[in-house]
């Protein structure tokens, strides 16, 4: 057989002709089981081989809820929350102690904003509709931070009289406005800073560097974060400062990166507490944990993380307690929101056309189209981010086949998962699992083709129920202002 040279640089050309394998993705023993760090706790194989979630059959759920949908398995979302407020925080205990932020960003709904607050962790926002949602559930405000490197007047504002917890200052301008705004409310507003470390954290390498080019943040390097402090410290009468702050990147699986990080960050808390004699209370490392979206990935849990942190954290805090034993140690702040909300999800999709696409001669791949796609994730095309998924309303004992799941847009980079085995029997019609959904996908979500946004099925204790209804045709419309219409209002 003749052999495609691109196909096999890229992977092992599948014996049949069929499509190339990537490099990364073994060949499966058994295609219905599931890998437990891919799927959330609670999910299972039922009786007739369909997959479960907290004993409910997903073919249950697409009969009542119809499909796509994504399906959170709440017990799973609240132990992950818990998992990182007790097990991530314990070594902490003893240098200061920790807080967990989760990022609202991820994924946010009112249902969501109350298992966070019943968890015990704190929120971080980047809105005046992310903290709407919080202050809707009776979010304690002192619990809640606001990110942003663009806030408007009207959200410092909301923030202020709401008495949050602490707004994350990123520009000169900005403190020049949080504090005008404090003193128009008679109000002091409690402030970080965010401070960009010269660390670019990627997957599986970190890039240290003494400058970036990006938009958030005061940069070290230069001295603008010495000169935000100091700024704010002028404005003592408006503003609090509570402390440092830095995000280094996302989908994270070390903590090498942290590491330095937490040591520039703690040599300017240290060079504050010399010059201003100000032992600022906080520090936060940010998020960015990685999670398994293949088997490919291998995430730390937050027990594992809590421990290097803490090690790491505790390590650096030397020079500073060794120059200032007297003073109060930073407690440490996280913010985690992939890691937390999403391996608690999947999408359920149904399958349609299956298409086998000749790509060269010698080349077939299987194009399986499913009923949603980049409308309800984005993330593959966005920034070709790896997906896998699993026949879901059945099992199946036929040969694998490497397929492509692709969505229903009007793009052809509108692909769901790059490549993956499913059975070689699977027809339109079967229900397909995309696992890992639950950070990202319904908050980056769009209505691209008018298609209507899925909904969120939370499931608990046998029991599935709707936490954001799908969109409907009228929901679309309702803002489309059709001038052929007769006025609604004449002046
Ligand atoms: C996005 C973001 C997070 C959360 O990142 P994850 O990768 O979801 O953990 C935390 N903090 C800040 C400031 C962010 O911008």
Not at 62 to 71: E, K, N, Q, S
């Amino acid at each position: 057989m003749a052999t495609n040279m691109r196909a096999h640089e890229a992977g092992i050309l599948h014996a049949d002709g069929y499509a190339a394998q990537p490099q990364w993705l073994p060949e499966p023993e058994d295609l219905s089981e599931l890998m437990p760090k891919l799927w959330a706790a609670n999910t299972d194989r039922g009786e007739h081989g369909e997959l479960t979630v907290a004993g409910v059959p997903v073919t249950d759920i697409a009969r009542d809820f119809g499909t796509a949908a994504y399906v959170v398995d709440e017990d799973d979302f609240r132990a992950r929350a818990r998992a990182f407020r007790d097990d991530f925080t314990a070594p902490f205990a003893a240098i200061g102690g920790a807080d967990v932020y989760y990022a609202g960003k991820a994924f946010l709904c009112t249902a969501v904003a109350r298992w966070i607050m019943e968890e015990g962790l704190h929120l971080d926002t980047c809105s005046g509709g992310e903290m709407a949602v919080a202050q809707r559930v009776g979010f304690p405000p002192e619990r809640v931070a606001l990110h942003g490197n663009n806030k408007s007047r009207a959200e410092l504002r909301q923030a202020l009289e709401w008495g949050i917890g602490r707004i994350v200052v990123d520009s000169f301008a900005e403190i020049d406005r949080v504090a005008e705004i404090a003193d128009e409310l008679g109000v002091v507003a409690p402030v970080m800073v965010r401070v960009t470390v010269g660390v670019e954290a990627h997957t599986h390498e970190f890039i240290a560097t003494a400058h970036e080019d990006q938009k958030f943040g005061f940069s070290l390097a230069n001295g603008r974060a010495r000169e935000a402090v100091d700024r704010i410290v002028a404005k003592g009468e408006s503003l609090r400062l509570l402390g440092l702050h830095s995000h280094i990147g996302s989908q994270i699986f070390d903590t090498a990166g942290f590491e330095i990080a937490a040591r520039r960050l703690i040599d300017l808390h240290t060079e504050v507490a010399a010059e201003h004699g100000i032992a600022m209370p906080e520090m936060d490392l940010g998020g960015g944990y990685g999670i398994a979206y293949t088997s490919e990935h291998d995430p730390l849990s937050p027990r594992q993380l809590g421990e290097q942190m803490g090690d790491l954290v505790a390590r650096e805090l030397k020079v500073f307690q060794e120059e200032h034993p007297e003073a109060v140690l930073p407690r440490i702040s996280i913010e985690p929101g992939r890691a937390i909300a999403g391996p608690s999800a999947f999408t359920l999709y149904e399958i349609g056309t299956i298409k086998d696409v000749e790509v060269t001669g010698d080349l077939t791949r299987t194009y399986v189209s499913v009923d949603g796609g980049m409308s309800d994730n984005v993330r593959t095309a966005l920034y070709g981010a790896d997906y896998s998924c699993a026949l879901a309303s059945r099992t199946s004992d036929a040969e694998e086949r490497l397929v492509r799941v692709v969505g229903r847009h009007c793009e052809s980079g509108d692909i769901v998962v790059m490549d993956e085995y499913l059975p070689g029997d699977i027809v339109a019609g079967d229900l397909i699992a995309v696992p890992g959904t639950g950070a990202y996908c319904r908050s980056l979500s769009n209505q691209y083709n008018h298609t209507p946004r899925p909904p969120v099925v939370a499931v608990r204790d046998g029991v599935a129920r709707v936490i954001v209804r799908r969109e409907t045709i009228e929901d679309l419309l309702a803002l489309d202002v059709d001038e052929s219409a007769p006025p609604q209002e004449v002046r």
